[in-house]
Structures are given as C-alpha cells and as structure tokens.
C-alpha cells in the first residue's frame, strides 16, 4: 500500500492562475517532505521542502503547506508558467527509514496553458 | 559540472541476459542511489549506499544488485533481465545519508522483451 499518494494524475491551469498540487501520506513517522519537479528525458530536480515542525515554506512563486493533523500537504505555485508544465512528485522521509530514503508519490503531471 | 551521468540513456534487451546500468557522480557525495519509476507508482527505491564500500536493501531490490568500490561509482546490474524490470531508471546522490535533497541523473530507459 502505498505510503504518499498523490490521487490527481493530471492538473490543467491556465497561465497566471494559481496551481495547487495535493499529496497525502498515511505514515505518522514522516517528518520532513519534499516537492521534486521533473520535465521529460530529465532527472527529477529538488524544488522545495518543508519540515514537519513548520506547516508553511516559501520560496518565490512556490509555496509548500502541511497539514498534519490531516496527514496532507499542497504545492502551491502563483502565478502559473507555461514553464512550470511538468510531473511533480511529493516525497516524505522519517529517521525510522533504511538510509533515510525517500518515499515518493505517484506523481501530477501539471500543464500550464498560454 | 556533469553531477550524476547515467550510461547507456536506452536500451533494449532481451529477457534472460545480463545487464549493468553505469553511474558515476563528481560530487563527492556520500550517499548514492537507485531508483525506478513506473507510472502510478512514482519513484521506487531499489538499492542505496550511505558511503563507499557499503549497500543496503530498499524497497523493490529483488533482481537488482549493486556494488559501491569507491565514492563515485554505483553500477546497478540486473542479473536475469525479466519483462517486469522494464522501467526508467534513476541514480541519484546526497550529501550525506539522510541528506533528503537528492540529485538525480537523466535516467535510463531499459525495456526487457
């Protein structure tokens, strides 16, 4: 079962407007997560993070929210960029995991239109 | 600055053979990394080392081996290639173990008939 789910497999946005990508996870031991983005024949690249003892990181047209009680966090990006249309994976780590590894969720591929 | 280079990008292979996916980073970091992404199911761990000279087990290793000589490289070698190991395939690397902030590589695209 999976641990991160990200139940939207797609998000579409108008450029300007604001995207906002969920991410659930199920394990109370998850103390840090982490948003990765990831354009096509990429790698993924690191966009932001946030630590469970914060509900709230910022980072210019990224904000990243978390909500423990329950167990959900957002990507939020204001305004929209056509540039910003990718795959993002939600990600979450705890101290209890074999060499602190990273669960990821499945993924939302996020198109910003012009 | 290259980071992590994945060898080969692609390859096709036949089920039953041998392969090794190459990965070698300039970082100098401590941690490196495999893993693979299948739709749906997001990126999936299959091998990790926290420092040169020692490998552990993550969460889909069945089938995989890795080996970590030294710092830079982390070969992944799929001994008996099966249809189901089809997959693009990630190796990324941290500062340190626990370092969350993964660099990955471009990946490769391994399709097993």
């Known amino acids: 079962d999976q641990q991160v789910k990200q139940n939207s497999p797609s998000l579409s946005v108008q450029e300007g407007r604001i995207s906002i990508l969920n991410c659930d996870y199920t394990n109370s031991m998850f103390d840090y997560f982490l948003w990765y983005k990831k354009y096509p024949a990429e790698g993924p690249t690191f966009l932001i993070s946030?630590?469970?003892?914060?509900d709230k990181n910022e980072d210019g047209r990224f904000t990243v929210f978390l909500n423990k009680s329950a167990k959900h966090l957002s990507l939020h990006i204001v305004p929209s960029q056509p540039g910003d249309s990718a795959v993002y994976f939600c990600a979450a780590s705890s101290p209890n995991n074999a060499g602190n590894m990273l669960t990821f969720g499945g993924g939302t591929r996020l198109m910003v239109k012009p | 600055i290259a980071g992590i280079t994945q060898a080969p990008t692609s390859q096709i292979l036949a089920a039953g053979r041998r392969m090794t996916l190459r990965c070698t980073q300039d970082m100098r970091h401590n941690a490196m990394y495999w893993y693979r992404q299948d739709l749906g199911l997001g990126l999936r761990l299959i091998h990790y080392?926290?420092?040169?000279?020692?490998?552990g087990k993550g969460e889909v290793p069945d089938g995989y081996s890795v080996s970590r000589a030294n710092t830079d490289d982390f070969p992944l070698t799929l001994a008996s290639a099966v249809p189901s190991q089809t997959s693009v395939y990630f190796c990324a690397s941290s500062e340190s173990q626990g370092g969350e902030k993964l660099f990955f590589g471009s990946g490769t695209q391994l399709s097993v008939l």
């Open positions: 946030i630590s469970s003892i914060k």
């Open positions: 080392s926290n420092t040169a000279g020692t490998t």
